[in-house]
Each structure stands twice: as structure tokens, then as C-alpha cells.
């Protein structure tokens, strides 16, 4: 590589949101690190981006897994830092938070929160935080959500996660004064990407017969429409690259469509009157006694 040519890893680039950033930093002449955990799915984005683009497996969930990315890049470096670094990879779990399955929750958390932890403190050296190395301090972009602002009926466990991920950026930001490296935090709405997209084959079945089923699907037929119809996961790539080349970046931005319905006013209004608006469009109104 060239002694100029910024690097970055994205995690969870197979599809979406994290492929997009992949694509945008390889056009602007990155070097990108693209995570993904199947082989074929970094072949595709090899044959697709050209050299620019490594593949490299990372689970989030497994350390050593993590650990031994952090080992294969920071050899590709040859003494260099990381210029950037997305924490993407994620998963969305539905349901009732009364019922939802423990060992669910737990999946949401590990990949969401833990996962990022993990990637965080295998790639934080290369960002500068290991002071053998040449070059200026690299930046870390922390995809957040909507929810990691707001929540919503039948997706608490995604909000949770969400919700770490500002608190844990917000922490981590201060703590890498230190060393200069930058936290910056994206929380989009609605993108067209296959998290959301897929809501329709959501498994609604083990509620059937739970209170909550009639709500959760209307839940699940909102997702499965607004999802296709959000921002192109492209707009929040140029986000990305912004926010790693930006002077003096934001520390947190929304990518909202209608935002003024979706983001500004449930901000604004008291929570009260927001959330009986919710339970009233969705039918969570309370029961009669």
C-alpha cells in the first residue's frame, strides 16, 4: 500500500449498510478491511470492489475470531495506524419483552453490544492507542439506530442494544482523548437493507396466543413496508466517509427520513402524549376492567 492510502475495517460488510461504507471508501481510494463470515460473501465483495478491498472473517461474537483480524490487519499495515474503524454488524430480535426468550435477548446483546466491544479493543491499538506505530490517530464510527434514542413496542431488545451503543460511544469518546482518536456515532431511521426488509419473515408463531400477537403483527406489517422505502444504505456510507474525513466531525448524527414526523416532534412532545399515539396507531391501547 501506499504510505498515503488511508485503511479501514468495516464490520458486518456483506450486505447493507456495511457493504455500502465498504464501497464508498474503496471509490474515495481506501483501503478497506470488509468483515464478513462467509467466504463466499467476501469473494463477491473482492470481484465487486477489486484490490482495494480485503476480506477478513470476523464473528463478533467469538474473540479469537476478532483477535485474529486485529492480527491479519495490523500485519497489512507494515507500522501504520488504522484511519477508521465502523462497527456495524448487528442483528434486530422481535418481541414481547414478557415473553421473548431469554437466551434471544442475549443473542441481541452479544452481537449488538458485546460484539462491538470485542472489535473495539482488538482494533483500538491500531488506531493510535499503540504509540509504535506511524501515523496521525484514526476515528471510530458506531452505527446506532433511531431506537438508540427512542424505543419501540416489540423491538426493546434492539433498542437495548441500541441504547448501550450511545452510552458506550459516549464513555469511549472521552476516554480516547487520551490518544486522539475520535467517537463518532450515526443513528439512522428506516434503510432499505435486509435487516429490516426481512420483517415479513419474522416468526410470529410462538405468540399466537399471547395478548400481544395482534399488536406485534401490525408491528411486523409496518417494518416490512417502511423498511424497503427508507434511505438507500449509500446515503449513510457518504455519512461515514464524512464523519472520517470531516475536520471536526459531529459527534452523533440522525439519518431520519420524514424527519420531522420520525424524529424531530417525538422529541419534542411529551413522552406521555407520544406514547399513547403509539399504542393507539398499533392497538395498545389499555385493557377495559
Known amino acids: ?5 488511508p485503511s479501514a475495517v468495516v464490520t458486518g460488510a456483506s450486505t447493507g449498510i456495511g457493504a455500502a461504507c465498504a464501497k464508498r471508501l474503496v471509490d474515495e481510494g481506501w483501503r478497506v478491511f470488509a ?10 465483495l473482492k470481484a465487486e470492489l477489486g484490490a ?23 500485519e497489512a499495515l507494515d ?63 458506531m452505527m446506532s439506530s433511531v431506537a438508540g434514542e427512542m424505543g419501540a413496542p416489540f423491538l426493546g431488545p434492539y433498542a437495548a442494544s441500541k441504547h448501550a451503543v450511545e452510552g458506550i460511544s459516549k464513555s469511549l469518546r472521552r476516554e480516547l482523548m487520551l490518544y486522539g482518536i475520535e467517537v463518532i456515532v450515526i443513528g439512522p431511521g428506516a434503510v ?4 429490516w426488509s426481512k420483517a415479513e419473515e419474522i416468526d410470529t408463531t410462538p405468540y399466537e396466543n399471547s395478548p400481544f400477537y395482534e399488536a406485534m403483527t401490525r408491528i411486523q406489517g409496518w417494518m416490512a413496508k417502511n423498511g424497503p422505502d427508507g434511505f438507500p444504505p449509500s446515503k449513510i456510507a457518504d455519512r461515514v466517509f464524512r464523519a472520517f474525513t470531516d475536520a ?18 417525538p422529541r419534542m412532545l411529551p413522552e406521555r402524549i407520544v406514547n399513547n399515539m403509539v399504542a393507539k396507531r398499533v392497538g395498545l391501547q389499555r385493557k377495559g376492567r
Open 79 to 141: 507500522g501504520q495506524t488504522l484511519k477508521g474503524l465502523v462497527n456495524n454488524a448487528g442483528i434486530a430480535v422481535a418481541g414481547p419483552m414478557l415473553e421473548l426468550p431469554i437466551e434471544e435477548f442475549q443473542n441481541q446483546m452479544d452481537v449488538n453490544v458485546t460484539g462491538i466491544v470485542r472489535v473495539t479493543q482488538a482494533f483500538g491499538p491500531l488506531l493510535g492507542v499503540d504509540e509504535g506505530l506511524t501515523g496521525g490517530p484514526g476515528r471510530i464510527v
Open 1 to 5: 500500500m501506499s504510505q498515503t492510502q
Open 248 to 265: 471536526k466531525p459531529r459527534f452523533r448524527y440522525a439519518i431520519v427520513p420524514d424527519r420531522l414526523t420520525n424524529w424531530s416532534l
Open 35 to 44: 468483515g464478513v463470515r462467509k467466504n463466499e460473501d467476501g469473494e463477491r
Open 192 to 195: 432499505a437493507t435486509p435487516i
Open 52 to 74: 482495494n478491498l480485503i476480506p477478513v472473517t470476523i464473528d463478533v461474537t467469538d474473540t479469537d475470531s476478532v483477535r485474529a483480524a486485529a492480527a491479519i490487519v495490523r
